[in-house]
């Protein structure tokens, strides 16, 4: 089991700041939320000085100040007589929010009259209170704010704790639950660490979940709350358990002056204006209100509840957001209250619809025991039970469930169960049959089983289990048996039935791998938009997928700038939102496209390992296949090979969908690394895709055969065959595929350098060869764009530097290369 190896210490601007202050002889109010690393800084900074330091701390009451230091007490006693030639005392007060209202005002006294010069740390909250508010507005003493940590920050602090980088998911997720703070920082990944769920994967460290709140901040929180008045303490722990409440409910179930305290005390915000509720509150920071509920014992727990069901109407204390609503029934199970099916099911669709699994999982499981087993609605609550342990990775535990539900449509019940139930038990089983299991034929007789039963009772579930059975055909990549009916269905559907949204991703890859690339992107692009306008309640990702389809269409066509716009660079805004993951793996596309493949590597890379953890449907396929490509044109040959074998040993799942393109790339990479010649297996591939009508890979499969070997003539038909397909297959890139593929045949240099530069603007990057001299990977990268014809100033723009430095880069490679020219270096790097 990994630990924590010395927590980093992140340089601060503060740190100079409070340097600079007392190297001038000024006092300090160090200011900031509890955890944020004020002491730390202050720490720091002391540690430098050669002068003693007087410690008082507001957690220590109990001692007087002249058992703190004989002086101190001395300088109060007679704070209004000269001093002299004394050096006024360091004075480090710690907690400063904590001090009584009299030591307070002593200790800002030594300070107005040059008798100490003073350091504070103290919450944010008490900054504007009496005496401090005083000092450091006069001038008395200078006021440093110390911030959370940014997500920038948080990114390269873990990346030095933990010795390596993190994906992107996981760094915002840590960034969201922590808010930058960085004790609770430092103490989630401890825990994560020591819970096996923060994990390192190729080299990249990966989280697949959170934890409860660990010891230490259990003690924290435990510290905070014995501090509080009774009354003011169950009124946090009533907002904690909650998650969030109207301010106009809790003015009914508290007393007037207790939420005025805990906003004051900073431990409560008031934000979140819902038309519909006012504001709402809720405990200032997530891992304190996690903490908080971890505290609270059951009977004040079942008490607390009790209050609030007994003062507000059941409408009421579930308004607000739907993430209250599934607090609230949380709560009421902690509590051993049993809670109604309807309100339970609501819940567990509210932890679904926000991707929290494991909430969907406890909830479900603490209904089942009070759910008779003849109550029809126990069905629905195994049912989103079995979709959530799916989403764990669990099909041992999902297929339990649905194996449940089969016996309750096969046994006595107290109303018979509603057509439904079959329609989404089968439509579970086929996602598991395929998607888990690899298993497409099973999850088509999943359904044809269910439209058997439901012909004559439920005609208008058939229509969806069509649907449902045409979209399984199309992520299997059978694209000649489901396409035109998918279309079809497509072309005469309202736009309103959001059920056929479900065949728009398999329509618009099947329609780009068959050659169809300008009726793939309209239709990507008018029902990414659709799906926006009209989501599917039942599968509120649909949008996302669709936008992957659309990405992948428009790279294959080559327009590289349509394709920025989808998967947002760091330049612009994405149009659409994705899953983190699968944004990360856009990027990559998007960089690969560009040739930038130093970034193209990284980001492939993370999004490679975040999969290789956790992978509900099979989508690292396609991913590791591009990681091979971009760690092999990076130069990284020990992780091009690792990913070529990943990749071909990973079940294809729902990347069966665009396993041409896999192959493809898996031959892209074997041309990087030029292990083995790559002539014969484009032959192969191209065969492959011809068989299935797979025209748009079959004409870049037949490209590779070509220029693989340029100094060898194609096999007979082969050129004629590209020629055709380049009739059909229309773009920008397969345009740019045709021209080189000619010209190399021809043998005709100049065009072939400028059918290059044409595929460079379309996307696509050939393989420079095996160097006989070592170029560093940026001078790789920059070689490769100025061979295939970007100019200085475009190749500064791609990677965010000067052009001088380009022509710097460039200068080193033409002296290594022993070359004078950009004409001259595209023939070097061919060699």
Not at 318 to 345: D, I, K
Not at 445 to 465: G, N, Q
Not at 624 to 640: P, S, Y
Not at 711 to 738: H, I, N, Y
Request: proline residues 6%.
């Amino acid at each position: 089991m990994p630990t924590l190896p010395p927590w980093p210490v992140l340089p601060r601007a503060e740190t100079a700041e409070l340097r600079d202050a007392l190297d001038a002889g000024r006092s300090v109010v160090v200011v900031g939320d509890a955890g944020v690393g004020k002491s730390e800084l202050v720490s720091g900074v002391l540690a430098g000085l050669d002068r003693p330091v007087v410690t008082v701390s507001g957690r220590a009451p109990e001692l007087t100040l002249d058992q703190v230091h004989p002086a101190l007490a001395a300088s109060l006693l007679d704070v209004h007589t000269p001093r002299g030639d004394v050096a006024p005392l360091l004075l480090r007060v710690e907690d400063a929010h904590l001090l009584d209202r009299g030591t307070a005002h002593a200790l800002c006294a030594l300070v107005h009259h040059g008798r100490a010069t003073m350091v504070a740390t103290l919450r944010t909250a008490a900054a504007s209170r009496s005496p401090w508010l005083e000092l450091w507005k006069d001038g008395a003493a200078e006021r440093i704010d110390v911030p959370a940590f940014s997500a920038r920050q948080v990114e390269r602090l873990l990346e030095t704790a933990l010795g390596g980088p993190l994906t992107t998911d996981t760094c915002l997720r840590i960034v969201a639950r922590t808010q930058g703070n960085a004790f609770h920082l430092r103490e989630l990944v401890r825990s994560e660490l020591a819970a096996g769920t923060l994990v390192e994967s190729q080299g990249t460290w990966v989280g697949v979940a959170g934890v409860p709140p660990g010891p230490r901040v259990l003690d924290v929180m435990r510290a905070e709350l014995d501090r509080l008045d009774p009354v003011v303490r169950e009124g946090l722990e009533l907002v904690a358990l909650a998650d969030e409440l109207p301010v106009r409910y809790l003015a009914v179930l508290l007393p007037e002056r207790v939420l005025d305290d805990l906003v004051r005390e900073g431990l409560v915000v008031t934000d979140g204006l819902d038309s519909a509720t006012g504001l709402l509150a809720r405990v200032s920071h997530p891992m304190y209100a996690e903490a908080i509920r971890e505290l609270v014992p059951p009977g004040r727990r079942r008490r607390l509840y009790a209050r609030v069901r007994a003062a507000l109407p059941l409408s009421a204390a579930t308004t607000g957001s739907p993430l209250g609503t599934l607090r609230m029934v949380t709560w009421a199970l902690e509590s051993g209250v049993r809670e109604t099916p309807a309100r339970v099911l609501a819940a567990m669709r509210v932890a679904l619809d926000t991707q929290r699994w494991q909430s969907a999982v406890w909830v479900g499981t603490a209904a089942l025991e009070f759910v008779a087993a003849d109550d029809p609605q126990r069905a629905d609550v195994l049912l989103l039970r079995g979709e959530a342990w799916r989403h764990l990775d669990r099909p041992g535990e999902a297929n339990e469930d649905l194996a449940a539900v089969a016996a309750l449509l096969a046994g006595p019940t107290r109303t018979p169960l509603p057509p439904i139930v079959r329609l989404r038990l089968s439509q579970q089983l086929a996602y598991l049959h395929q998607f888990h299991e690899d298993d497409v034929d099973q999850a088509l007789a999943d359904l044809e089983d269910a439209r058997r039963h439901l012909t004559d009772v439920a005609p208008e579930h058939v229509r969806v289990l069509e649907i449902d059975r045409l979209a399984h055909l199309g992520h299997a990549g059978r694209f000649a048996e489901c396409l035109d009916a998918s279309l079809e269905l497509l072309d005469t559907t309202d736009a309103t039935d959001v059920t056929v949204l479900r065949l728009a991703n398999p329509v618009v890859l099947g329609l780009a791998q068959t050659g169809r690339l300008e009726e793939a992107v309209r239709l990507g692009t008018v029902y990414a938009q659709r799906a926006v306008t009209y989501p599917d309640p039942e599968r509120p990702w649909l949008s996302e997928d669709i936008v992957v389809a659309l990405g992948m269409a428009l790279a294959w066509t080559g327009d590289v700038d349509a394709l920025a716009r989808v998967v947002g660079g760091p330049e612009q805004a994405a149009d659409y939102w994705m899953r983190e993951a699968l944004a990360q793996t856009g990027r990559g596309v998007l960089a690969s496209s560009r040739g930038q493949w130093s970034d193209a590597h990284r980001d492939l890379g993370m999004a490679a390992a975040r999969y290789s953890i956790r992978d509900t449907v099979g989508t690292s396929g396609y991913i590791v296949a591009a990681a091979a490509v971009a760690a092999a044109a990076a130069g990284d040959l020990r992780a091009a090979r690792a990913a070529m074998t990943r990749a071909l040993a990973v079940p294809l799942r729902i990347s069966a969908s665009v396993e041409p393109e896999i192959r493809l790339l898996l031959l892209d990479a074997q041309a990087w690394v030029g292990d083995r010649p790559v002539r014969p297996d484009a032959l192969e591939l191209a065969t492959w895709c011809a068989e299935r009508a797979l025209a748009r890979t079959e004409l870049e499969a037949l490209h590779r055969a070509v220029v693989a070997e340029p100094d060898s003539p194609p096999p007979p038909g082969v050129l004629d065959r590209v020629v055709e397909l380049g009739a059909t297959v229309t773009g920008p890139r397969p345009a740019a595929l045709v021209a080189h593929a000619r010209a190399v045949a021809d043998g005709d240099r100049d065009l072939a350098e400028v059918a290059l530069r044409r595929l460079g603007e379309a996307g696509l990057w050939l393989p420079t060869g095996s160097l006989r001299v070592v170029l560093t990977r940026r001078e790789r990268e920059i070689a490769s764009l100025a061979a295939g014809g970007l100019s200085s100033k475009a190749i500064a723009e791609r990677f965010t530097l000067s052009v001088r430095t380009v022509d710097s880069h460039l200068s080193r490679v033409f002296t290594k290369l022993g070359v004078r020219s950009r004409r001259e270096l595209a023939g070097a790097l061919r060699e």
